[in-house]
Structures are given as C-alpha cells and as structure tokens.
C-alpha cells in the first residue's frame, strides 16, 4: 500500500507532509472532499451536519488502492485520487464519464488546492477546477446579472440584498458541486477553469453527488442538507404589503376594504418602524393600540398578521443592554459593536449606530424568541418577516465581525440561515406546525427552517422583472422551494401610470404562479428619511385603475382555484427534494432545447407559464418541451411537444399551458394537504 494513502472502511486518506485530503460516503451516490493543514476537524460550521443528515458510516462504498491512486466508489460516482499530488476526479460509474477534475493553474505552484496563512489556524483558500466547454451550471442562489446559466460569471460568496449565497450549483455534466463553506469569498467560472475562495476558512470542505437526471441531484442534495417542511395552508393566497402602513386604523381599513369587495386575502403585514426604537421587537402603542384586536380581527377575516422583524440592535432599546451584557450581540474584531447606521425613528433624517444579535449564537436566538413571544406570538402572530437579515450592514465590513460561531469573514454567510433556524425551532416547540418566515437572504440548508426567500429591493421595470423570472431559476435549482418578489418590483412605481399600470398586471400574472403572491413595495409618492423610506403611495389591487383592477382580480380568483393544486406539488415536491417552480430542464432534461428556455417555468409538474416581460407585447412565443402534449389553458389548442409557437397574451389574461391530459383545477385530482 502507497504510504501516500490509508483508510478505514468508509474513509479514504491521502497524505503529503502536512497536506491532508479525506474523502468519505455521503448519501446516496454522493461523497464529501475536506482537505486541511495537519487535520481535517469534524464540527465545522456548514451544511452537511444536522440531525436528518444520512449517517455516512452506514453509506455502503468500495475503496480500492494500488500504487498509483485510490478509488472511492458509491453507487453512481466514482472518485479517484493521485498518489502524487493529491488530485481528485470524479466519474460516473455506470458510463465513465468524467464529471469533474481537480486542476492546477500552474505546473509547479499552486497546486489545485491553496492554502495561504492567514493566523489563528485558519487560511485563505483556493479551490480550482478544469472548466469544460459546453458546461451549464445552474442555482447558487440569487444573484442579479440576469443570467439563468451561471457559467462565464464571477459571483461574490457575501450576503447582500437581493444577492443570495447559496454555494450550490447543478451542473449540466451530471453533477452537483456544494461548497460547503459559510466564509466571504468568491467563485469564478472562467472558461480557464473555476476558482472557488474563502477568505478565512480552517479547510477546503465540499460534498458532490451525481445523478441520471438534475431532479436526481436536487433529491440527493435535499438528502444531504434537509427538506422544506410543509407548506402553510395560510400562506397559498394574497399577500398584501406596502411600504409602509403607519399605524393598525389604516391597516385595518385596507383588510376590511379587501372583505368589502369580496377579495380574497391570507397575509397582511406589518412593516418596519411599527416599534419605538429597532431592537424592541414590539408594536409602539401610540399608533398600534391594541395588537391582540387586530390580531383576532384579522383572524375572523381570515387574515394571518406577518410582521417585520430585524436583526438589528439600537442602543436606546429596550433589548441592547440585555443583550450586550449577556454577550449575545455580534462582536467586532477592532473597534466598538456598531455595525451600520439607520434612522432608529421615523422623522429622523441621522442614523445612529446600531448593533446585530449574534444568530449563530442559541443563547441569542434563544432571547430574541423570548421577545417575539411575549410581544407577538401570544397575542396569536406565528408569521414574521426576517428583513434585512443578511445582516444589511452599510459598508459591508464581515471580515471585522466576530460571531460565537467563528470570524466574520469564516461564517458571515451562515447569519440569514441561523436566524431563520431559530425562529423555526421556537415555533416549532410552541406547538406550531405550519411555520415558514419570510426571509431576504438564505444561504445552503435554509429550506429546512420554513425559510421563504424573496427578491429583494429590486427595481421596478420590465428589466427587472425577466431578471426576477431567471432568479427565481436559480433559487429553485438552489435547493430553496419558496421563493418570491416584490410584485411590481420595489423601488418606485406611480399607481397613476399606465405604463407603469401595465408592468403591475404583468409582474402580477407572472407571480400567481409563484409559491407565494406577494404585493409590496415602495411607491410613488415616496417618503423618506435619510436614504430610507418610512411611507409611500398605495399598493393595493384597487389602487392601479380600473383595468388593472380587473387584470388583477382575475389572476387572483385563478390563484384561488389553483391553490388545492399547489399544496399538491408543494407535498411531492417535499418528498423529492423539487421546488414549486422549476424550470424546463428539471422535468425534461433530454430535451436539449429545454435547457435554453430562461423565460418560462413549469408550476409544479403540469402548469407551463410564459409571463409576458416585456413592455406592450399581446402575443407570447414559447417552446413547449418534447415528451408531452401541451393545451393553451385560454383556447384549448393541442399542441405536440418539441415546438415553439405564439399565442395570444392579452392583458388580463397570463399565457399558461396544460401537460397531457392534466387537470390542476379539479379538487379531487389534487387535494390539499
């Protein structure tokens, strides 16, 4: 046996002076890759350890080793390792394709795998890989260069608003690749090769699996990191929000309005500012009088209250000493626990400097539930919009933050998801069972806290609405089943324009069929403080004119007959690790010009929607994928799959197809959960 190599039935070990590479079984048809200086640790923060996780030492695999390299088998991959310098690469057992390959950028130095001190035990590191002509890789979370193929791109490994890190890609070959590393980076898929880094990290860390199908590798990575659980029946219909309703006489009167004219609504939503100071977590009586009234108002509408919750400490609240002197806001390596400025009141034009609770902390998550509780879950709120919880700092200055977790530029982008994570938990252990928080930021392993992502603060145009369609892509191929916008996008928008009337209907049809129909926004006239807006123009069904009403009360009553059917896909999609809203390729991926289709999505298995995206268009040209015949819902053509056609899409209606001979309205075909 090579020196260069050991192993113990289920770990395989390659060694050269302090270099140390470890590969082991994890899930089906999947392996974990860690390599460190001197050790590789167990119990670093990442994805691949919580308790639904596949145990690895029960993952059967074969390990073969001679003079040259070493072979770890299980099921459909194969990974090889070289005696001589370390090199991984990756195979399909059943055909022998190489699905990835470990290169160096230089002969001599450095090597495929880097590592550059960087003190404390830990190190700047780089990743590298050889790049293959062809190669589309899809997911890694939300990012807005308007690209559904991320390959050609250099994406920043940092949490921002409305640019996600979710540090997994499913990649045309075959294969799915997570970095399973919270820390401050980036990944570069250049046509020389790809590049992942961290800033600070202890080691390299990363899982891949290979699958038949990309529905088989989100399986396998559902597996690996954990699945959504169940969907909320309240939280299927409308959303109504704005930025801002000010106090509970106007909120109340926009739910009543709703009642009134027969409109259907599920959520209406508290935004920020509704508190005396952020880091109270708790209504300002002096414009919300009795929240435990509204709340059984609401109730008996049949409204849920979500309410908007930051991360964010002032040091004139009620929570910043409690939590300073426990320990349990996010540190800074130099220099005191101020991490952003923000107008703590409205009217107030100057920002004070404020601090964050530490989320990867569970002292802290546990304090701050204990104000959620008090203040909003016994008075019956269980919904709650985790805003800003990347955590929004202005500058982003991660590598100055220290968490209990480890340094800031090692696991800043672990923050959404533990936030997230402990509002689950403590739901969770009052006795809820149907939990999901609105979130802006996620990262690997968030689907399994009831995390729902949204957009972000993106513009409102036609612009930003495609790119919202192909974001909404990469989210579901991210391993994240709910996913949403802004409807109409949020910066800006004059209800009394018809042109701007239009994008609302359009980005409306679009977001029916979405896992969540969402109105918000900041719109005209718009009032701010500083750079942030405390009110703006009404955002709500009757507020775009007669036309748009009508366009949009139709997509409504639509949502409405579907939503039976969505808790449907949403229940077997749980069961195999498959978002809501997925594109082409997912459901026909030997279709070759499915890939291509960035445009139009399927809801769930059998609904193909092509939203209208740009401005003044009446007709929609699609491709319908071979493999399936495809009816036009508004006319009730039969077209064969394999084609492209052009139908009508005038606007009160959303141009939508039917799969074979699928009916998503009739109840009994798909029942709710």
Known sequence: MPPAFTRT????????GHHVLEIEPWGRDSVRVRAGMHRVADGLPGALDHPDTPDPAGTPCAIAIDAGRAVLRNGLLE???????????????????????????????PGARHFEAAGGGTYRIEQRFAAYDGERLHGLGQHGHGRFDNKGTVLDLQQRNGEVTVPFAVSSRGY??????????RVEFAANGTRWVADRARQIDYWLTAGRTPADILA?????????????????????????????????????EYARRGLPLSVIVVDYLHWRHLGDWDFDRRDWPDPRAMVDELRALGVELAVSVWPSVSPLSTGYAELRDAGLLVATDSGAAVHAEWPDVEGSSEGIGVAFYDATNPAARAALWRRLRENYHEIGIRAFWLDA????????????????????AAVANLYPREHA????????????TEVLSLVRSAWAGSQRYGAALWSGDIP?????LAGSVRAGLNVAMSGIPWWTTDIGGFHGGDPDDEAYRELMVRWFQFAVFCPLLRLHGHREPRVHSGAVGTGGGPNEIWSYGERAEAAMTAGLHLRERLRPYLHAQLAAGRAAGLPLMRPLLLEFPGDEAAWDVDDAFLCGRDILVAPVLRAGERTRTVYLPSGADWTHHATGTRHTGGQTVTVPAGLDSVPFFLRDDADPFAPAATPAP
């Open 460 to 464: 409102a145009t036609f612009e930003a």
């Open 220 to 256: 396998r990575y559902a597996d690996a990191t954990g699945r959504a659980p169940a969907f909320p029946t309240w939280a299927s219909g409308l959303w109504q929000s704005k930025l801002r309703y000010r106090d509970q006489a106007e909120l109340l009167g926009v739910a009543r």
């Open 79 to 109: 990974v090889a390792v070289d005696a001589a310098d370390g090199r991984v690469t990756a195979f399909r057992t059943d055909t022998g394709a190489e699905l990835l390959r470990e290169e160096p950028p230089h002969f001599w130095w």
């Open 9 to 16: 039935p289920n770990r395989l070990q390659w060694r050269h």
């Open 421 to 432: 994570r402990g509002i689950h938990e403590h739901l969770t252990e009052q006795g809820e």
């Open 389 to 408: 919880c990347e955590p929004e700092m202005r500058p982003g200055h991660p590598h100055n933050l220290h968490y209990a977790a480890g340094p800031g």
């Open 176 to 185: 799915g690749f997570l970095w399973n590393n919270p820390a401050v980076g």
